[in-house]
Every structure is written in structure tokens, then in C-alpha cells.
């Protein structure tokens, strides 16, 4: 099958594309600098806000995945949305006949954060012009350049005691990359998935706080952490951006996430993709071993 992968150059797409080609499948790798893009897949330019240019990387495809999103951005929404909306109407276009997206998890009955209501508001645009999305909705990934991760190991990395907000004591419920590409992978050619969202988790449910000392165990740090209940979102973002590489704009998209629980609470993925997902400690050391890898160049 001919695929699209709209962010072939980002964290889940740099996975992605790879483990499609090993799949057998004819990856275009779409990118905005074809000629900077030395991944797996035919490099394809392509702007999710160009209608011209998705015309032309779409043609010849059966399925694309879109991996797109601007968290960086202080108007986020409106670009995604409106990203969003060119994209479902090329697809049409193109006669496409699926969508996979990677969204977010979150209780549609909370009260969302703007991040991840945005997310609930691109699954619904990306199915607008009529071709079917599938949707796996994950909290946080754990990978080597993730950066709810990568936030998650610098804070257990550069501090040895932490004066937090309440957020570290949200529940989620943290994936590893390498089961949410066999997710992605795994979702394409089963029929019962088109048109339909289904939550992504690892075995574990974890407060945050738990995630980061059990990434302090592994690496044998030692960590206080002190919860203080009147840290703001935006002292708390701040603080992020001083002790992480996380931007300022991007650790406030988080941390206003960060309040909302994020669990499985529909598993039947498990059922069309049948396979046992790694523990959160495997995981990191998976993470830890890749950093590794990818400081020594291999």
C-alpha cells in the first residue's frame, strides 16, 4: 500500500516510516525540506497548510498518517485547525481511504485543557470532507526525543530535590514508542479500525511523580520531590523552561494538560492489535538506551 506520512521527520514519524517499509508498505515521507529529509521512505514536499502541495504528495496514495501538530505555537489551535481542514479536504480529494491520526487520551466528560481539546477538535476536521480516521488516542510516550519524556528524564536529571505543582500527582498512563508504532502500523489494514478512536496505554497506571523515581531508581539518583498546591500553571511553565529544554510556550500547553487524567479507558485496540505492550520500566531503559546509542553516533 502506498502511504503518506504527514511529520515523517518528527518523533513518532521517524519511527514510523521504517517499520511501514519493513511492513511491506511504499512509504512517502512528506517534509517541508525534501532535500534535509535522509529517512526511511521516498521524501515528498508537503505543507499540511499548502492545499497545492498535499495535492501533489497525496497523489497515488490509499492512506495517509497525520503526525502534525504546533505545540509551540501561542496560536496552536486555529493553525491546527485549520491545518486540519486542508488536509481532510486533500485526502478527499486524493480518494484516500484512511486517516490515522495520533491524538490524545483525556475523559471527554473533564474539563480538557486547551491542548487537548484541540486534539478531540483535529480528529473531527480530519474526518470532515468524508474520508474515515482512525484515531489512537496516548498520554505520554516514552522515547528517546519525546518531549513529555525528555521533560520527564532532564527534571530527574538536573535536580536533585523538586518543589512541584499538583500536577505530579495526576494519574497517566505512559506507552513506549515502539508499541505505539506497532499500534500505528498494526491499525492500517484492519477494517473494524476505520472510523474509529481507540486509547493506547502501557500495563501501568502511574502519577507522575511515581514516573519520575522510578526514572531516578533506574539511573540511580536520589530525588525529593515537595508538592506545593499553589504553584500556578504559569510559575509552573516558567519553571520548566529554566530547568528543561522545553520551550516556554510548549511547557505551558503541557502543564495545562498535565491536570487532566490520562488513562485507557476503552482497551478493545488490544483486540485488532493483539500484542503484550512493555512495562513503564522497560520502557525507560529502552529510552535511555537509544539516548545512548545516539550520543555515540551508532
Known amino acids: 500500500m502506498r ?56 497523489t497515488g496514495c490509499e492512506a495517509a498518517y497525520y503526525l502534525v501538530h504546533s505545540l509551540d505555537d501561542a ?27 495520533m491524538g490524545g487520551l483525556g475523559d471527554d466528560a473533564d474539563d480538557l485543557s486547551t491542548h487537548l481539546r484541540s486534539r478531540r477538535e483535529v480528529e473531527k476536521l480530519l474526518g470532515s470532507a468524508g474520508v474515515p480516521v482512525t484515531t489512537l488516542r496516548a498520554g505520554i ?84 520531590v515537595v508538592p506545593v498546591p499553589l504553584l500556578s500553571p504559569q510559575l509552573s511553565s516558567r519553571w520548566l523552561s529554566l530547568v528543561t529544554d522545553v520551550d516556554l510556550q510548549t511547557g505551558r500547553s503541557l502543564v495545562d494538560s498535565m491536570v487532566n487524567e490520562v488513562v485507557v479507558r476503552d482497551d478493545s485496540i488490544r483486540e485488532l492489535v493483539p500484542f503484550e505492550p512493555m512495562d513503564y520500566d522497560a520502557a525507560v531503559l529502552a529510552a535511555l538506551g537509544e539516548r545512548a546509542k545516539a550520543g555515540r553516533g551508532e
Not at 489551535?77 to 491520526?101: H, P, S
Open 141 to 224: 510516550i516514552v522515547g528517546h526525543g519525546g518531549i513529555s519524556w525528555e521533560m520527564t528524564r532532564q527534571l530527574v536529571e538536573r535536580l536533585r530535590a523538586m518543589i512541584t505543582p499538583r500536577w505530579v500527582r495526576t494519574r497517566t498512563q505512559p506507552i513506549a514508542i515502539a508499541d505505539v508504532v506497532r499500534y500505528l502500523v498494526g491499525v492500517l489494514t484492519v477494517p473494524e479500525a476505520a472510523g474509529r478512536a481507540f486509547d493506547v496505554g502501557g500495563p501501568e497506571v502511574l502519577e507522575y511523580v511515581e514516573m519520575m523515581r522510578r526514572v531516578a531508581a533506574i539511573e540511580g539518583r536520589m530525588m525529593v
Open 3 to 58: 502511504v503518506l506520512v504527514a511529520g515523517a521527520s518528527g518523533f513518532v514519524g521517524g519511527r514510523l516510516c521504517p517499520a511501514l517499509e519493513a511492513a511491506g508498505h511504499e512509504v512517502m515521507a512528506m517534509t517541508r525540506s525534501p532535500e534535509r529529509y535522509d529517512g526511511a521512505g521516498k521524501a515528498v514536499q508537503g505543507d499540511v497548510h499548502d492545499a497545492a502541495s498535499l495535492a501533489v504528495a497525496l
Open 75 to 101: 496560536a496552536f489551535e486555529q493553525r491546527d485547525a485549520d491545518a486540519a481542514r486542508t488536509f481532510a479536504t486533500a485526502a478527499a480529494d486524493a480518494g484516500l481511504n484512511r486517516i490515522v491520526y
